[in-house]
Protein backbone atom coordinates (compact mmCIF):
# COMPACT_ATOMS: atom_id res chain seq x y z
CA UNK A 1 0.00 0.00 0.00
CA UNK A 2 1.31 3.77 -1.02
CA UNK A 3 1.18 6.19 2.25
CA UNK A 4 -0.76 9.22 1.49
CA UNK A 5 0.28 11.65 -0.36
CA UNK A 6 2.21 14.66 1.09
CA UNK A 7 -0.30 18.15 0.50
CA UNK A 8 2.54 19.88 -1.34
CA UNK A 9 2.41 22.36 -4.09
CA UNK A 10 4.78 23.48 -7.51
CA UNK A 11 4.80 26.45 -9.45
CA UNK A 12 7.38 26.34 -12.26
CA UNK A 13 8.63 29.44 -14.48
CA UNK A 14 11.06 29.25 -16.71
CA UNK A 15 14.08 27.67 -14.87
CA UNK A 16 12.70 28.08 -11.45
CA UNK A 17 10.93 25.54 -9.16
CA UNK A 18 9.15 26.62 -5.97
CA UNK A 19 7.64 23.71 -4.12
CA UNK A 20 5.54 24.38 -0.84
CA UNK A 21 4.37 22.66 1.99
CA UNK A 22 0.92 23.90 3.03
CA UNK A 23 0.45 21.45 5.69
CA UNK A 24 4.17 22.36 7.29
CA UNK A 25 3.68 26.17 8.97
CA UNK A 26 3.27 27.27 5.61
CA UNK A 27 6.31 26.69 4.63
CA UNK A 28 8.71 26.98 1.26
CA UNK A 29 10.15 23.52 1.00
CA UNK A 30 12.29 24.47 -1.53
CA UNK A 31 13.22 27.35 -4.28
CA UNK A 32 15.86 25.61 -6.86
CA UNK A 33 17.04 27.00 -10.59
CA UNK A 34 16.72 23.59 -12.72
CA UNK A 35 18.77 21.39 -10.52
CA UNK A 36 20.58 24.16 -8.02
CA UNK A 37 18.95 25.46 -5.06
CA UNK A 38 18.67 28.67 -4.55
CA UNK A 39 17.48 28.59 -0.78
CA UNK A 40 18.52 26.07 1.61
CA UNK A 41 15.77 23.08 0.24
CA UNK A 42 14.58 20.04 0.54
CA UNK A 43 12.00 18.11 -2.32
CA UNK A 44 8.60 18.60 -0.37
CA UNK A 45 8.01 14.19 -0.08
CA UNK A 46 10.68 14.86 2.18
CA UNK A 47 10.32 17.14 4.24
CA UNK A 48 8.94 16.24 7.81
CA UNK A 49 8.81 19.68 9.39
CA UNK A 50 9.03 23.33 8.88
CA UNK A 51 12.11 24.24 10.74
CA UNK A 52 14.62 22.51 8.47
CA UNK A 53 12.37 24.37 5.43
CA UNK A 54 13.19 27.09 2.73
CA UNK A 55 11.78 29.31 4.33
CA UNK A 56 8.59 29.56 7.07
CA UNK A 57 6.39 33.09 7.39
CA UNK A 58 6.24 34.66 11.13
CA UNK A 59 3.58 35.35 12.52
CA UNK A 60 2.05 36.82 14.79
CA UNK A 61 5.14 38.12 15.54
CA UNK A 62 8.69 37.86 14.85
CA UNK A 63 11.80 35.97 16.70
CA UNK A 64 11.64 35.82 20.54
CA UNK A 65 8.47 36.96 23.05
CA UNK A 66 10.52 37.10 26.25
CA UNK A 67 9.82 34.29 29.02
CA UNK A 68 6.67 33.34 26.77
CA UNK A 69 4.51 35.88 29.17
CA UNK A 70 3.51 39.44 27.94
CA UNK A 71 1.05 42.40 29.38
CA UNK A 72 -1.44 43.76 26.75
CA UNK A 73 -3.98 46.45 27.52
CA UNK A 74 -4.62 45.75 30.99
CA UNK A 75 -4.37 42.00 30.53
CA UNK A 76 -1.73 39.61 31.18
CA UNK A 77 -1.28 36.53 28.78
CA UNK A 78 1.22 33.32 28.25
CA UNK A 79 2.41 31.67 25.24
CA UNK A 80 3.80 28.04 25.12
CA UNK A 81 7.51 26.67 24.89
CA UNK A 82 7.89 25.53 21.30
CA UNK A 83 11.52 25.82 20.41
CA UNK A 84 13.62 23.62 21.91
CA UNK A 85 14.32 24.47 25.51
CA UNK A 86 14.39 27.88 24.62
CA UNK A 87 12.95 30.19 27.46
CA UNK A 88 11.35 32.54 25.38
CA UNK A 89 8.12 31.27 22.36
CA UNK A 90 10.03 31.91 18.87
CA UNK A 91 8.66 33.14 15.72
CA UNK A 92 5.57 33.20 16.45
CA UNK A 93 3.28 29.61 16.33
CA UNK A 94 1.90 30.04 12.16
CA UNK A 95 5.25 27.69 11.77
CA UNK A 96 4.18 24.68 13.29
CA UNK A 97 0.26 25.39 12.32
CA UNK A 98 -0.94 23.39 9.15
CA UNK A 99 -2.42 26.23 6.25
CA UNK A 100 -4.77 25.07 3.22
CA UNK A 101 -4.47 25.82 -0.21
CA UNK A 102 -6.99 28.23 -0.62
CA UNK A 103 -6.84 28.31 -4.89
CA UNK A 104 -4.17 27.26 -7.36
CA UNK A 105 -2.77 27.76 -10.78
CA UNK A 106 -0.09 27.57 -12.87
CA UNK A 107 1.00 31.26 -11.88
CA UNK A 108 -0.21 31.38 -7.88
CA UNK A 109 -0.96 29.28 -4.99
CA UNK A 110 -2.95 31.00 -1.74
CA UNK A 111 -2.77 29.23 1.39
CA UNK A 112 -4.63 30.30 4.58
CA UNK A 113 -4.60 29.98 8.56
CA UNK A 114 -7.46 30.13 10.60
CA UNK A 115 -6.44 30.68 14.48
CA UNK A 116 -9.43 30.48 17.00
CA UNK A 117 -6.76 31.53 19.41
CA UNK A 118 -5.45 29.17 22.02
CA UNK A 119 -2.76 28.25 24.76
CA UNK A 120 0.11 29.33 21.75
CA UNK A 121 -1.36 32.85 20.93
CA UNK A 122 -4.26 34.10 22.95
CA UNK A 123 -6.21 36.12 20.01
CA UNK A 124 -7.75 35.16 16.89
CA UNK A 125 -6.76 35.96 13.64
CA UNK A 126 -6.79 34.82 9.73
CA UNK A 127 -3.47 34.27 7.71
CA UNK A 128 -2.95 34.02 3.76
CA UNK A 129 -0.05 33.97 1.78
CA UNK A 130 0.01 34.41 -1.94
CA UNK A 131 3.06 32.88 -3.65
CA UNK A 132 3.60 33.94 -7.31
CA UNK A 133 6.63 32.84 -9.08
CA UNK A 134 8.35 34.49 -12.45
CA UNK A 135 11.41 32.95 -14.65
CA UNK A 136 12.80 35.83 -12.59
CA UNK A 137 11.60 35.86 -9.46
CA UNK A 138 9.34 34.42 -6.32
CA UNK A 139 6.92 36.82 -4.90
CA UNK A 140 4.51 36.47 -1.63
CA UNK A 141 2.44 38.58 -0.19
CA UNK A 142 0.64 38.07 3.60
CA UNK A 143 -2.55 39.37 4.85
CA UNK A 144 -3.41 39.28 8.35
CA UNK A 145 -6.90 39.74 9.59
CA UNK A 146 -8.04 39.97 12.79
CA UNK A 147 -10.87 37.94 13.80
CA UNK A 148 -11.70 38.38 17.10
CA UNK A 149 -13.65 40.88 19.44
CA UNK A 150 -10.53 43.18 20.19
CA UNK A 151 -7.44 44.92 18.86
CA UNK A 152 -4.72 42.60 18.81
CA UNK A 153 -0.58 43.31 18.69
CA UNK A 154 0.91 42.00 15.35
CA UNK A 155 3.96 41.47 13.48
CA UNK A 156 4.71 39.93 11.17
CA UNK A 157 7.84 38.60 8.65
CA UNK A 158 9.23 35.92 6.63
CA UNK A 159 12.44 33.44 7.66
CA UNK A 160 13.98 32.19 4.59
CA UNK A 161 17.61 30.47 4.68
CA UNK A 162 20.06 30.73 1.94
CA UNK A 163 22.34 28.73 1.12
CA UNK A 164 26.18 29.48 2.17
CA UNK A 165 28.65 28.76 -0.47
CA UNK A 166 32.39 29.57 -1.00
CA UNK A 167 31.98 33.58 -2.23
CA UNK A 168 28.53 33.98 -0.50
CA UNK A 169 28.57 37.72 0.03
CA UNK A 170 26.02 40.03 1.41
CA UNK A 171 25.38 43.85 0.76
CA UNK A 172 22.77 45.59 2.76
CA UNK A 173 21.96 49.52 3.95
CA UNK A 174 20.86 50.16 7.20
CA UNK A 175 20.77 52.47 9.97
CA UNK A 176 20.90 50.22 13.37
CA UNK A 177 21.75 47.25 14.62
CA UNK A 178 20.23 45.69 17.86
CA UNK A 179 22.76 43.51 20.47
CA UNK A 180 21.47 41.62 22.66
CA UNK A 181 22.10 40.06 26.45
CA UNK A 182 22.90 36.95 27.35
CA UNK A 183 19.07 36.45 27.41
CA UNK A 184 18.85 36.90 23.38
CA UNK A 185 16.92 39.65 23.87
CA UNK A 186 17.48 43.06 22.30
CA UNK A 187 19.04 45.43 24.65
CA UNK A 188 20.60 48.41 22.95
CA UNK A 189 20.53 50.37 19.79
CA UNK A 190 24.04 51.15 18.16
CA UNK A 191 24.91 52.58 14.53
CA UNK A 192 25.24 50.57 11.74
CA UNK A 193 25.14 52.03 8.22
CA UNK A 194 25.45 48.52 6.45
CA UNK A 195 26.52 45.68 5.94
CA UNK A 196 29.46 44.33 3.18
CA UNK A 197 31.28 41.45 3.27
CA UNK A 198 31.60 37.61 2.82
CA UNK A 199 29.19 35.51 4.50
CA UNK A 200 31.83 33.54 6.28
CA UNK A 201 33.40 37.13 8.03
CA UNK A 202 30.12 37.29 9.65
CA UNK A 203 28.80 36.50 12.94
CA UNK A 204 25.63 38.22 13.50
CA UNK A 205 22.55 37.25 15.31
CA UNK A 206 20.42 40.75 15.20
CA UNK A 207 18.16 42.31 14.18
CA UNK A 208 18.75 45.90 12.35
CA UNK A 209 16.43 48.90 11.62
CA UNK A 210 16.42 51.35 8.31
CA UNK A 211 16.38 48.90 5.82
CA UNK A 212 16.64 50.52 2.30
CA UNK A 213 17.10 48.89 -1.17
CA UNK A 214 17.74 45.87 -1.94
CA UNK A 215 19.81 43.04 0.27
CA UNK A 216 21.67 41.38 -2.22
CA UNK A 217 23.16 38.39 -1.66
CA UNK A 218 25.80 37.11 -4.52
CA UNK A 219 28.02 34.09 -4.85
CA UNK A 220 29.33 31.75 -7.00
CA UNK A 221 26.10 30.36 -8.75
CA UNK A 222 23.64 33.17 -8.02
CA UNK A 223 22.94 37.07 -7.51
CA UNK A 224 19.87 37.35 -6.08
CA UNK A 225 17.96 40.60 -4.71
CA UNK A 226 15.64 40.74 -1.58
CA UNK A 227 13.05 43.43 -1.12
CA UNK A 228 10.40 43.71 0.67
CA UNK A 229 7.63 46.12 2.24
CA UNK A 230 9.14 45.65 5.38
CA UNK A 231 11.61 47.92 6.94
CA UNK A 232 13.66 45.95 9.28
CA UNK A 233 15.49 42.69 8.60
CA UNK A 234 16.88 40.03 11.47
CA UNK A 235 20.69 38.55 9.69
CA UNK A 236 22.07 35.40 11.28
CA UNK A 237 24.71 34.32 10.05
CA UNK A 238 26.59 31.21 11.98
CA UNK A 239 29.95 29.90 12.01
CA UNK A 240 29.14 26.49 12.15
CA UNK A 241 26.08 26.05 9.37
CA UNK A 242 26.26 25.40 5.64
CA UNK A 243 23.40 28.39 5.65
CA UNK A 244 22.86 31.94 6.50
CA UNK A 245 19.27 33.50 7.13
CA UNK A 246 18.53 37.28 6.16
CA UNK A 247 14.46 37.90 7.09
CA UNK A 248 12.35 40.74 6.72
CA UNK A 249 10.28 41.80 9.45
CA UNK A 250 8.01 44.31 10.80
CA UNK A 251 9.42 44.56 14.49
CA UNK A 252 12.27 44.79 16.64
CA UNK A 253 12.32 41.25 18.39
CA UNK A 254 10.74 41.54 21.91
CA UNK A 255 8.94 44.82 20.69
CA UNK A 256 5.76 44.26 22.59
CA UNK A 257 8.15 44.44 25.97
CA UNK A 258 9.29 47.72 25.30
CA UNK A 259 8.66 50.83 26.88
CA UNK A 260 6.81 52.20 23.60
CA UNK A 261 5.89 48.67 21.39
CA UNK A 262 4.89 51.15 18.34
CA UNK A 263 7.74 52.77 17.75
CA UNK A 264 9.87 49.98 17.12
CA UNK A 265 7.32 48.20 14.87
CA UNK A 266 4.77 46.64 16.72
CA UNK A 267 1.04 47.33 15.11
CA UNK A 268 -2.35 47.07 16.82
CA UNK A 269 -4.45 45.95 14.63
CA UNK A 270 -8.20 46.44 15.63
CA UNK A 271 -11.37 43.87 15.13
CA UNK A 272 -11.49 43.48 11.71
CA UNK A 273 -9.06 45.21 10.23
CA UNK A 274 -5.61 43.66 7.90
CA UNK A 275 -2.01 44.19 7.48
CA UNK A 276 -0.70 43.17 4.40
CA UNK A 277 3.03 42.70 4.01
CA UNK A 278 5.10 41.03 0.97
CA UNK A 279 8.69 40.18 0.26
CA UNK A 280 10.61 39.68 -3.39
CA UNK A 281 13.66 37.79 -4.58
CA UNK A 282 14.88 38.52 -7.86
CA UNK A 283 17.46 35.76 -9.14
CA UNK A 284 20.08 35.86 -11.54
CA UNK A 285 22.34 33.71 -12.64
CA UNK A 286 25.90 34.24 -12.57
Not at 21 to 26: A, E, N, Q, T, V
Not at 147 to 174: C, D, M
Not at 202 to 217: Q, T, V
Request: proline fraction near 8%; include cysteine; charged fraction near 20%.
Amino acid sequence: MTGKPKPSFELHAGALRLALRPDLGGCIAGLWHRDTPILRSTEPDALQASRPSACYPLVPYSNRLAFRKFRWKGHDYTTQPNFDDNPHSVHGMGWQRPWEIVSSSVLEVVIKLMHPGDADWPFPFEATQYFTLTPQSMSVEMVFTNTGEIAQPVGLGWHPYFNKRSRSRLHIELTDRWDADANQLPVRKVAQPGIDSDVSHLDFDNCFDGWKGPARIRDEKFSLQLTSSLNRLVVFTPQDRDYFCVEPVSHVSNAIHMADPAAHGLRTIAPGESLDVSMKLEVAVV
